[in-house]
């Protein structure tokens, strides 16, 4: 007996989805901008209530815009009050003693030694809606943080003269009462911890151990930027390539790719690829850091992946969609992370030039061209609203590199694959692995020194970032208007 697959939702349906996340991300946006009113944060949640009582009554699509609305609005505010909570905490307490945490690692882990040998450490935590750095001596004997461990740590926050949310505030744990100590280090970030050690000695077999093209190899696949120099980054960065050569989206689908290519050769159907894939997925976001473009992007991949299981069609606008509601609507305070507004636009970019390359665009150099472009100007305005720099010479460096950085990353997995076979075999094919990496590094130092590739400007307001992206989807709508329908 057949069984049917039911159909994908239309692109108006996906709309519809599109619609939600606006009104959603409307909501934390006024939110966030009356701040002094978050101390009502209860009533906005009623207002929550009511707005969904009445969608349920009605039905009608203008009902469930008010619910999304209503849902960012009261979210924003309970997350600004939390905010302003432990601010206010923190500050009365470093008049006389220390702001004592639990900080859990969610990444950014940094090693440096100052003067006298004493050797420090960083990482990435929040404490409520407040991003913080934490910073503290580390002895020497004393193992490194890890990502997933919970460290209790007693210092002096910050203070700054303004409130920017998009701030992140440094914990200083130093001076007298104060100290940083392990209270849970957990067996899975144990386990990942121990794998990505592991895989990161693996992709340096056969090479010099201090080997910089290695270290661009372990940065593509494993995220390991703080192997990187400074005037590396700064080229990358100049060139508009730094998302290459840092653990983003793009890594996280060239590796569900390949992950799946290798499940269609082992001879599993379709249909149940994501009971595999989808877990895979999610330690090598975890084993990386977790960032948010990549946590964004194993979480799209996952409901693609797992709709057959449903007897349903894989959906990229409703799986892009269903990502940016749960993203920032568990954590409101996304709205002020460069980096995932990038990774949401860019993704965002790339689906509707995708559809409107399909059937038209001929030639695989065009259809890169186009998703090249097509990515780019996603991009850019957000780059030039938060960095205050427009970086055309990315569009030719990315026409090169993206390729590349597929053709590294699956290279990078077939050396570790290799070196559970042979030391010799994996050696070669890291070689090729770093000479690619290595390759890619000096095509962004080139791109970046050519004149007008990086053109520092006044960072965009929002009214220009608003007209840029209006100005794209008129464009692509007139284009759609003369080719045909989407």
């Not at 992950?259 to 999610?282: D, I, N, T």
């Not at 975890?286 to 946590?295: C, D, L, R």
């Not at 000479?435 to 962004?444: C, I, Q, R």
Request: glycine residues 8%; contains cysteine.
């Amino acid at each position: 007996m057949m069984v049917s697959v039911k159909r994908s939702p239309s692109i108006a349906h996906g709309f519809e989805w599109l619609a939600l996340c606006a009104s959603l991300a409307a909501g934390e946006r006024c939110a966030f901008a009356v701040p002094v009113v978050s101390p009502l944060w209860p009533l906005a949640a009623f207002a929550v209530v009511v707005a969904l009582a009445a969608w349920l009554a009605s039905g009608s699509r203008l009902s469930r815009l008010a619910v999304a609305f209503a849902a960012g609005f009261a979210l924003a505010l309970h997350s600004a009050q939390s905010r302003k909570e432990v601010l206010e905490e923190a500050h009365v307490l470093g008049r006389g003693r220390p702001f004592v945490r639990e900080f859990r690692v969610e990444g950014g882990v940094r090693l440096a030694s100052r003067g006298g040998g004493v050797k420090w450490a960083s990482f990435l935590s929040s404490a409520a809606s407040v991003k913080v750095r934490v910073i503290f001596p580390l002895a020497q004997s004393s193992p490194a943080p890890q990502a997933g461990e919970t460290w209790e740590c007693a210092g002096w926050l910050e203070q700054t003269k303004g409130d920017d949310p998009s701030l992140r505030r440094r914990l200083w744990v130093k001076g007298k009462g104060t100290y940083a100590r392990r209270v849970a280090r957990g067996r899975s970030a144990a386990l990942l911890g121990g794998l990505r050690s592991d895989l990161s000695r693996r992709m340096g077999i056969g090479l010099p151990r201090n080997c910089v093209a290695a270290d661009l190899n372990r940065a593509i696949l494993l995220g390991e930027r703080a192997r990187l120099r400074k005037t590396d980054r700064d080229a990358f960065a100049a060139a508009g390539t730094i998302h290459v050569f840092a653990i983003s989206g793009l890594h996280v689908m060239l590796v569900a790719h390949t992950f799946a290519f290798l499940l269609a050769l082992a001879g599993w159907p379709f249909r149940f690829r994501g009971l595999v894939l989808v877990p895979a997925l999610w330690a090598y976001v975890a084993m990386t850091g977790a960032s948010p473009s990549a946590v964004r992007a194993a979480s799209m991949a996952s409901l693609y992946f797992a709709a057959p299981l449903f007897w349903r069609r894989p959906d990229s606008l409703v799986a892009w969609s269903a990502t940016f509601l749960a993203v920032y609507g568990s954590d409101p305070m996304k709205l002020f992370d460069t980096g995932c507004a990038l990774s949401f636009a860019v993704m965002l970019g790339l689906f509707f030039c995708g559809r409107f390359a399909a059937g038209r665009v001929r030639g695989r150099f065009a259809a890169s061209l186009v998703m090249t472009f097509a990515a780019w100007a996603a991009g850019a305005p957000i780059a030039a609203h938060a960095f205050g720099r427009v970086t055309p010479g990315g569009i030719v460096a990315n026409l090169a590199l993206l390729p590349a950085a597929g053709v590294s990353v699956k290279a990078g997995m077939a050396g570790i694959a290799a070196s559970l076979v042979s030391d010799r075999l994996a050696a070669h094919i890291n070689s090729f692995a770093a000479l690619v990496a290595g390759t890619m590094a000096d095509l962004s130092r080139i791109v970046a020194s050519i004149p007008g590739a990086d053109i520092p400007v006044e960072p965009w307001p929002i009214s220009v970032c608003a007209a840029w992206y209006l100005a794209l989807a008129l464009l692509l709508w007139l284009l759609q208007r003369k080719t045909g329908s989407l």
